[in-house]
C-alpha cells in the first residue's frame, strides 16, 4: 500500500486513507475496465469546456490519468496538470502518460495545493469533485464560470452542489 505524507485538508483525511489504500488498490488493478466505463464522459468534459490547442487545463483528482490524456489529446500545444491524492492511481497515470510532454502529474490534496488561479484557463473534475475538490476547482478557476457537464445532484453531498462531472472555464 502507498501513503501520502503531504498537507491534507482535516476533512480529506479519510479520502487520503482509502485511496492510497484498498480502494485505491482495486481501482488501479481494474483501471482499464474503469476507463472503459467512464471513457464516454470524456468527450463531454472536453466539450463543455471549449478546450483548444493551447489552452492549460487542469485535472482534479484525475486518478489513473484517462480525462487527463483526453485534455492533452486536445491541449496539444498547452498543458495539463493532474492532481490526485493517490499513489496507486497516479502510477497508472504516470506510465500512461510518460511520452505526453504536455502533462504533469502531482500528487496533492486539491483542496490545500498551492494553485496559481491565473495558471489555468480551464479546469474538469470526471467523478472526483464530489469528494472534496469542488473549492479548489473554484479557485483555479476564479472569476471563471463553472459548468456542471451533467447537471445532476450528488449522492456525496458534502460540499458546494457537488457533482460528478465538471468542467469550468475562465471567463474571457
Ligand atoms: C472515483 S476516482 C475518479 C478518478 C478519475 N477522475 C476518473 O474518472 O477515472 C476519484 C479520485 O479522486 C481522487 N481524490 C479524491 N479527493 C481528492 C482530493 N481532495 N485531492 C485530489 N484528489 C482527490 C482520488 O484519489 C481518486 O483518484
Do not use: K
Not at 480529506?12 to 483501471?31: C, F, I, K, L, S
Not at 496538470?81 to 493517490?86: A, E, P, Q, Y
Not at 498551492?114 to 479548489?136: E, I, K, L
Request: overall charge negative; proline content about 3%.
Amino acid at each position: 500500500m502507498g501513503t501520502f505524507d503531504g498537507a491534507v485538508d482535516p476533512t480529506d483525511a479519510d479520502q487520503a486513507g482509502e485511496w492510497n489504500g484498498a480502494d485505491g488498490e482495486y481501482w488501479a488493478t481494474y483501471h482499464q475496465e474503469y476507463e472503459r466505463l467512464l471513457g464516454v464522459f470524456d468527450d463531454t468534459l472536453v466539450e463543455a469546456g471549449a478546450v483548444s490547442a493551447d489552452d492549460r487545463c487542469l485535472d482534479v483528482g484525475c486518478g489513473t490519468g484517462a480525462t487527463t490524456r483526453a485534455l492533452a489529446a486536445r491541449a496539444v500545444d498547452g498543458s495539463v496538470l493532474g492532481v490526485d491524492l493517490s499513489w496507486p492511481m497516479l502510477s497508472i497515470a504516470r506510465a500512461a502518460t510518460r511520452a505526453l510532454r504536455n502533462v504533469d502529474l502531482v500528487q496533492a490534496d486539491a483542496q490545500v495545493y498551492a494553485f496559481d488561479p491565473a495558471s489555468f484557463d480551464v479546469a474538469v473534475s470526471r467523478m472526483a469533485a464530489c469528494s472534496s475538490a469542488t473549492r479548489s476547482r473554484r479557485s483555479a478557476t476564479s472569476a471563471g464560470r463553472s459548468a456542471p457537464a451533467d447537471g445532476s445532484p450528488s449522492r456525496c453531498g458534502r460540499r458546494l452542489r457537488p457533482t460528478w462531472l465538471v468542467t469550468a472555464r475562465r471567463s474571457s
